[in-house]
């Protein structure tokens, strides 16, 4: 795709400073600029290189004012982050925006779907399976009975969604994801042999729901696992079932949540964070990475270690932690 600087600017609601038919036709960061590359500058730390790029375009804020010679062409906007970020995403909705249906692929008689679709070659639909408009199935993604699939909804490669499944609209599934698999429930016989409970619940992403690849969500043993609206999910997290996630939380790789445990809204959490089952994780939480839950936590608290403490009693604990040897040494020549 080959875009012109007039036509970027038009995207961004931007000015042009320099020529406004040069073109572009990739991204690249502004120390790696080349021709026919478009690049941004946001950072003031890295104003030196945009003396030296190579890039044709790069995008800047506009009280930005040179003081050497570029040789750049600039598009002046009020935000460059922001406008970037814009830019990325219109880049990505005209890369994906396929439509059709490759072949081979399985679609059963009962599927039905909405305009706009594209399905990958060997893909799978089964049985009353419902796409809404404007659907992307990447190849080799499976799609069992009774799944139902809102609007402007992306699901990549190699995706696995098990039966009964509901992703609402404008949400993402990357590639390696498995939603709906059972949940790991088991109960011991009186001989300790393990007997499994029959997982009969479902999945439920709500709308602009991110599922990074991945990442698995176990289906509920009775009722639904959900994650509401806005959420978002880094790569290889595995969310137990009956697990519920609140509005527009956000969780780093490698985190692992036990089964009917309750997060709030608006939560931040880290990487390789362990969190026990059956506890209640209030609104605006914090957890750094590699902390371990516990407990029930109320609204606002900002967690670090394992198990967790809040966040200054751990800072002002740590100072003494890593100063134990000092301290004993220190003991021991008071008791001689």
Same mark, same amino acid.
Do not use: W
């Given at each position: 795709m080959v875009f012109t600087a007039g036509q970027i600017a038009g995207i961004l609601e931007g000015e042009v400073q320099g020529n406004s038919e040069v073109a572009v036709h990739k991204l690249a960061k502004i120390e790696e600029g080349e021709k026919g590359s478009?690049?941004?500058?946001? @950072? #003031?730390?890295?104003? &030196?290189?945009?003396?030296?790029? *190579?890039? &044709?375009?790069?995008?800047?804020?506009r009280d930005f004012v040179p003081d050497q010679k570029l040789d750049t062409t600039l598009i002046k906007v009020e935000d460059a982050y922001k406008a970037f970020s814009k830019l990325l995403e219109y880049y990505n909705q005209v890369k994906n925006n396929k439509i059709g249906i490759e072949e081979p692929v399985f679609k059963s008689d009962t599927a039905t779907y909405g305009e706009d679709l594209?399905?990958?070659?060997?893909?799978?639909?089964? =049985? @009353?399976? &419902?796409?809404? @408009?404007?659907? $992307?199935?990447?190849p080799n993604v499976y799609i069992g009975d009774n799944v139902s699939i809102g609007n402007n909804v992306i699901v990549f490669a190699g995706a696995k969604i098990y039966s009964e499944t509901s992703i609402g609209d404008n949400c993402v599934v990357h590639s390696g994801v498995i939603l709906g698999a059972d949940g790991f429930?088991?109960? #011991? =016989?009186?001989?300790?042999?393990?007997? $499994?409970? #029959?997982?009969?619940? @479902?999945?439920?992403?709500?709308?602009?729901?991110?599922v990074g690849a991945g990442t698995t969500i176990d289906r509920a043993t009775?009722?639904?696992?959900?994650? *509401?609206?806005?959420?978002?999910?880094? =790569?290889?997290?595995?969310?137990?079932? =009956?697990v519920e996630i609140g509005e527009h939380t956000v969780i780093a790789?490698?985190?692992?949540?036990?089964?009917?445990? $309750?997060?709030? $809204?608006y939560c931040m959490i880290g990487g390789q964070v362990g969190?026990?089952?059956?506890?209640?994780?209030?609104?605006?939480?914090?957890?750094?990475?590699? &902390?371990?839950?516990?407990?029930n936590v109320k609204d606002n608290e900002v967690l670090q270690g394992s198990p967790a403490l809040n966040y200054?009693?751990?800072?002002?604990s740590y100072v003494h932690f890593k100063n134990l040897p000092k301290i004993i040494s220190r003991i021991d020549d008071l008791e001689k």
């Amino acid at each position: 795709m080959v875009f012109t600087a007039g036509q970027i600017a038009g995207i961004l609601e931007g000015e042009v400073q320099g020529n406004s038919e040069v073109a572009v036709h990739k991204l690249a960061k502004i120390e790696e600029g080349e021709k026919g590359s478009l690049t941004f500058l946001a @950072n #003031p730390k890295y104003t &030196s290189f945009i003396y030296k790029t *190579r890039a &044709s375009i790069t995008i800047v804020n506009r009280d930005f004012v040179p003081d050497q010679k570029l040789d750049t062409t600039l598009i002046k906007v009020e935000d460059a982050y922001k406008a970037f970020s814009k830019l990325l995403e219109y880049y990505n909705q005209v890369k994906n925006n396929k439509i059709g249906i490759e072949e081979p692929v399985f679609k059963s008689d009962t599927a039905t779907y909405g305009e706009d679709l594209y399905l990958g070659a060997f893909s799978y639909l089964g =049985n @009353n399976v &419902s796409l809404g @408009n404007n659907v $992307k199935i990447y190849p080799n993604v499976y799609i069992g009975d009774n799944v139902s699939i809102g609007n402007n909804v992306i699901v990549f490669a190699g995706a696995k969604i098990y039966s009964e499944t509901s992703i609402g609209d404008n949400c993402v599934v990357h590639s390696g994801v498995i939603l709906g698999a059972d949940g790991f429930g088991f109960t #011991p =016989n009186e001989k300790g042999e393990f007997t $499994k409970v #029959p997982q009969t619940g @479902n999945v439920i992403l709500e709308d602009n729901v991110d599922v990074g690849a991945g990442t698995t969500i176990d289906r509920a043993t009775l009722g639904s696992t959900i994650l *509401r609206k806005g959420v978002k999910l880094d =790569n290889q997290i595995q969310i137990a079932h =009956n697990v519920e996630i609140g509005e527009h939380t956000v969780i780093a790789a490698q985190t692992g949540i036990a089964g009917s445990t $309750k997060i709030g $809204k608006y939560c931040m959490i880290g990487g390789q964070v362990g969190i026990v089952g059956h506890i209640v994780i209030g609104d605006k939480v914090k957890i750094q990475a590699q &902390s371990g839950i516990g407990r029930n936590v109320k609204d606002n608290e900002v967690l670090q270690g394992s198990p967790a403490l809040n966040y200054g009693d751990y800072n002002k604990s740590y100072v003494h932690f890593k100063n134990l040897p000092k301290i004993i040494s220190r003991i021991d020549d008071l008791e001689k």
